[in-house]
């Protein structure tokens, strides 16, 4: 069974700082994993996501995360954070392999991001 | 993601009752997903949904729970002699493909909030 761990609930940071919000998973087989980000009262939007190929991916806003097999992490980073940052992230895996042609997300618990001026 | 809508935003219900929520996909979108976030977790996977036919409800509690996905018309999340600990936030998602459960390709609705009295 596969599972993800944000190993923190809540990160506080000022404007312009760097930020990272780490993320774990566990899984048997190979995995795809993804950011989303969630502002208050809104659904889940996609930051970006890992399928193959280089290992540091870029997505919106920004944002990076760098997929580390051995370490089964992978850690969302930006370089200068902004007051509109301020969201809840989620990371989540779903399954690479396996004879379904469709799949499924798990997420973590999410990290709470708020950036103060 | 605006794209995806769901109704009500807010629905309050006392115990017992019967809660409805539904989602209309994307323009185009035929695979709907349906994810439950209870307060302080992640999302949690519930159903998965093709026009006219469940695919994988793995994640629905065995019994009070059901959903649809109709020909016409959206996809219906229905909820049975509600309890507290039915109190979340459901979001609804829709793919293009089968395969974008998988591959992230997934745009989220606005959630509906559920409050159980």
């Known amino acids: 069974a596969q599972s993800v761990t944000q190993l923190d609930s809540q990160v506080p940071v000022f404007e312009e700082a760097p930020v990272e919000l780490r993320c774990n998973y566990s899984s048997s087989v190979s995995v795809y994993l993804f950011w989303y980000v969630q502002y208050p009262n809104q659904g889940l939007q996609l930051l970006l996501k890992y399928l193959s190929g280089s290992t540091l991916v870029k997505g919106i806003n920004g944002f990076e995360a760098e997929f580390n097999k051995s370490q089964t992490s992978f850690h969302l980073r930006k370089p200068s954070v902004h007051i509109s940052d301020t969201a809840e992230y989620f990371c989540a895996v779903s399954y690479n392999a396996g004879g379904t042609s469709y799949g499924k997300l798990t997420f973590g618990q999410g990290t709470i991001l708020t950036v103060h001026p | 993601n605006a794209g995806v809508m769901q109704n009500p935003r807010h629905l309050v219900r006392r115990r017992g009752q019967e809660a409805r929520l539904r989602c209309s996909p994307m323009k185009g979108h035929s695979h709907v997903y349906w994810y439950r976030q209870l307060p302080e977790e992640g999302l949690k996977f519930m159903v998965y949904?093709?026009?006219?036919?469940?695919?994988?409800e793995s994640g629905m509690p065995k019994e009070r729970f059901s959903a649809e996905f109709p020909k016409e018309g959206p996809s219906i999340l229905r909820i049975q002699q509600v309890v507290r600990g039915d109190s979340a936030a459901y979001f609804c998602?829709?793919?293009?493909?089968?395969?974008?459960?998988?591959?992230?390709?997934?745009?989220f609705g606005e959630g509906s909030r559920l409050t159980v009295l």
């Open positions: 949904l093709q026009k006219e036919n469940i695919i994988d």
């Open positions: 998602a829709s793919s293009l493909t089968a395969a974008g459960g998988k591959t992230g390709e997934l745009f």
